[in-house]
């Protein structure tokens, strides 16, 4: 239902919002405009007025990430139909219910350090946080976990904010762990009054020679004052390294996470939201069981690897007297062939062997975006494996799979040869072919292509015939293969209907075609030596394919999806005098 109020503005708004975020975040103008015409048939004498402002939506809202379609479209119709939809699709992804969990309550948090792009690790939790907060009707609050300076990058904040709205993800509040330090403070001085935590000013080697030996140090038995007075401290005189806020566990646990472990450290660095202002700075096992807590997290999940450390979160939270959230782990994500670690990432951009974080050989979201993988498909893809505690390696053909299924029957088809060699075409007078756009899907119409006497085909192609070969040019006859030379290869037209148990081959016009290069991963990007474990850079990795496309391609965009028959999906990546370059998405 659309409220009253709308004037035909809002209403054409909340068309091309819904056409979109149904459509991979692409508004179309027909579809937008038989929906507009289908439901409104009020404004039908109006419609032809209303084009250049339709247009005009279609332009802004597809410059939107998906993300902010969605929250854009809630402040508009909060009851779309496209929630409803959103609502019916994840029944069929089905997360486990939640232990506790009740309805209108759920509180998730997603936490990422502002220090990297985000990569498909970061989207399964971050599908998981969004997915139970939506499934419950709770809430999900973005947090910054930003309280080591040494390991914050300023412009992160913006960037991990802008992957996860193309993800399609939205929450409710937003805000960053260094803000509450004061807090964590107070609570640090609690901690101490009470003789459950104390300043250690032992040397890291000590330290760690004492957690292996289960044993105590000198520090651990002085007063609470005299550890005020060593807190006090920490804000002034000690340098960093010399002092740390320890909690008071039990150095004789089997959980060597108990073993008195850090809750504060000295970290004389800038801040880039606080400048020099602090230099005692909370551990994440301090910062995340207190934050969950106080800002008022029902479930908080996190990776497999943290499983030893939630007897430490449980424990702090009780000495504090904080309420405990519930505390749930899944296991990371781990691609077979595939990097995730941010220093192996940036080591392999210094040294020029990748191009940058959206090199198409990684699996940040920038890269798979730029691959042309769609965010429903990464959802798919990492909830997929649910949320079990197995440790499994995926392999990255499964979201292959996924992103073909989803984007196939949207995807238009186009002809693309590699390695090109031309081929003469004998007793033919120039013809026009017609060629759907699709096999299956008849909406995305029909597309013309002239051949005059001749035309490129690929020389894979080209190995497989010999003299009187008969073989169809695709959507056009079917010839017979006269002559065959290094430079080109000659044949006569033979017949138009198409025969059985002939090759089937694309072609390109020879007098006029597209330039097209397509760049393709061939992972792994490193390269393991199974004896020393050494990695080395693979120079294969990068694939970089030339040919040429059919004339229609001049009308592409970038960002825009083809299918090239028989050789693969791509997005068109760039466009530059005309020339294109694509990225190879998958098969
Ligand atoms: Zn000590």
Same mark, same amino acid.
């Given at each position: 239902m659309v409220k009253k109020s709308m004037n035909v503005e809002e209403i054409l708004l909340k068309i091309v919002l819904e056409n979109a975020i149904t459509h991979n975040g692409k508004a179309a103008f027909n579809s937008v405009m038989k929906t507009f015409a289908g439901t409104y048939p009020e404004y039908r004498p109006q419609i032809k007025q209303l084009i250049p402002t339709i247009q005009k939506l279609i332009a802004d809202v597809n410059a939107m990430e998906i993300g902010s379609q969605i929250e854009k479209l809630k402040q508009l119709d909060?009851?779309?139909k496209v929630f409803q939809e959103a609502k019916r699709e994840k029944k069929e992804i089905s997360l486990p219910p939640l232990e506790g969990a009740i309805e209108g309550k759920v509180v998730t948090r997603m936490p990422p350090a502002p220090n990297g792009y985000l990569h498909l690790g970061h989207a399964k939790a971050a599908f998981i946080d969004w997915e139970y907060a939506q499934m419950y009707k709770g809430r999900m609050i973005l947090r =910054?976990?930003?309280?080591?300076p040494k390991d914050v990058i300023e412009k992160f904040y913006d960037e991990q904010k802008k992957d996860l709205k193309w993800l399609g993800i939205t929450w409710e509040q937003e805000y960053c762990t260094s803000d509450n330090i004061e807090t964590h403070y107070k609570l640090a001085k609690k901690l101490i009054e009470q003789g459950d935590a104390y300043v250690c000013t032992c040397s890291n080697e000590t330290i760690r020679d004492n957690r292996q030996k289960q044993i105590e140090c *000198?520090?651990?038995? &002085?007063t609470s004052e005299e550890h005020l007075k060593r807190w006090e401290r920490m804000f002034s005189e000690f340098q960093e390294g010399e002092a740390i806020l320890r909690f008071?566990?039990?150095?004789?646990?089997? #959980?060597? *996470?108990? +073993?008195?472990?850090? &809750?504060f450290r000295i970290i004389d660095h800038t801040h880039p +939201?606080?400048?020099?202002?602090? +230099?005692v700075w909370p551990t994440y096992d301090f910062a995340g069981p207190i934050e969950d807590s106080l800002s008022g997290v029902t479930h908080a999940f996190r990776t497999k690897e943290y499983e030893l450390r939630d007897e430490l979160y449980f424990a702090l939270l009780e000495r504090l007297n904080l309420r405990k959230p519930k505390l749930l782990e899944f296991a990371r994500l781990n691609v077979r062939d595939m990097i995730t670690s941010k220093r192996k990432i940036k080591k392999l951009i210094q040294e020029g062997?990748?191009?940058? =974080?959206?090199?198409? +050989? &990684?699996?940040t979201l920038r890269a798979l975006k730029r691959r042309g993988f769609i965010p429903a498909a990464i959802k798919q893809f990492v909830l997929s494996?649910?949320?079990?505690k197995a440790e499994g390696e995926v392999t990255f053909e499964q979201l292959e799979v996924i992103n073909r299924k989803l984007i196939d029957e949207s995807t238009p088809r186009r002809f693309f040869v590699s390695n090109p060699i031309l081929l003469k075409i004998e007793n033919s007078d120039p013809i026009t072919a017609t060629i759907p756009n699709h096999p299956d899907n008849q909406a995305l119409g029909k597309r013309t292509v002239t051949v005059q006497d001749a035309v490129y085909i690929s020389q894979e192609d080209a190995q497989r015939f010999q003299v009187d070969t008969v073989f169809r040019l695709k959507d056009l006859f079917n010839v017979k293969v006269t002559e065959i030379s290094k430079e080109h290869i000659t044949a006569e037209f033979h017949s138009k209907k198409v025969l059985q148990n002939t090759l089937k081959i694309q072609w390109v016009p020879s007098h006029e075609n597209v330039d097209v290069t397509v760049l393709k991963a061939n992972p792994p990007i490193l390269l393991k030596d199974?004896?020393?474990g050494n990695e080395t850079f693979n120079k294969n990795s990068l694939i970089t394919i030339h040919g040429l496309g059919e004339p #229609? &391609?001049?009308q592409a965009n970038v960002d825009d999806r083809f299918q090239f028959e028989r050789f693969g999906f791509v997005r068109i990546d760039s466009i530059q005098n005309g020339k294109i370059t694509a990225v190879y998405t998958h098969k």
């Open positions: 909060p009851t779309s =910054f976990d930003d309280t080591n *000198a520090c651990r038995s &002085l008071k566990g039990d150095m004789k646990s089997k #959980n060597t *996470a108990m +073993r008195d472990p850090t &809750l +939201r606080h400048g020099n202002k602090y +230099r062997y990748v191009s940058g =974080f959206d090199d198409i +050989r &990684l699996i494996q649910g949320i079990s199974p004896e020393t #229609n &391609l001049t």
